[in-house]
């Protein structure tokens, strides 16, 4: 999946630069912006907070869901890379799971497909007669069973 920015979804192929954050990006063009309301909102003052969607019609709402969604993928691959590198360098599934706030079987379950091998959660696979079914096993191990 290619940088994208997390702001307005241009891929990066489409914007002068693209900084990356911890799993967000941000092109120049929503830098400048960012910079001009922060300049305008300074000589303004503060103004009353009001839901952003409370001013946007049903359409428009409609169309923002897709930008929504695609930053949401963005940052689960950024996820799953950084598990997969913690990972990669021996660090627990304990530690990975208390760095993300879960238990550790809820770690291994949700994210080591993403570490190397099979999903770690039980799982049926196949077509017909021919079935494979992956047993549950051991932390980091995997077992197929037919």
Do not use: Y
Not at 14 to 30: D, H, P, S
Not at 35 to 43: G, P, S
Not at 119 to 144: D, K
Request: charged share 30%; glycine share 8%; proline share 5%.
């Amino acid at each position: 999946m290619a940088s994208r920015c997390s702001f307005c979804t241009k891929p990066e192929d489409q914007v002068e630069t693209l900084v990356a954050g911890a799993g967000v990006f941000i092109c120049n063009e929503c830098v400048e912006l960012s910079a001009l309301v922060i300049a305008e909102k300074k000589t303004r003052g503060p103004a009353p907070r009001v839901p952003f969607w409370d001013q946007m019609e049903d359409q428009a709402i409609l169309d923002h869901l897709p930008r929504v969604e695609a930053v949401r993928d963005q940052v689960d691959d950024d996820l799953r890379a950084w598990v997969a590198e913690a990972r990669r360098r021996g660090l627990s599934w304990d530690r990975v799971g208390g760095a993300l706030g879960m238990k550790r079987q809820s770690a291994w379950e949700r994210f080591s497909w993403t570490a190397g091998g099979l999903p770690g959660f039980l799982r049926i696979a196949g077509t017909g007669a021919a079935r494979i079914r992956e047993s549950r096993a051991p932390m980091g191990e995997t077992r197929l069973v037919a």
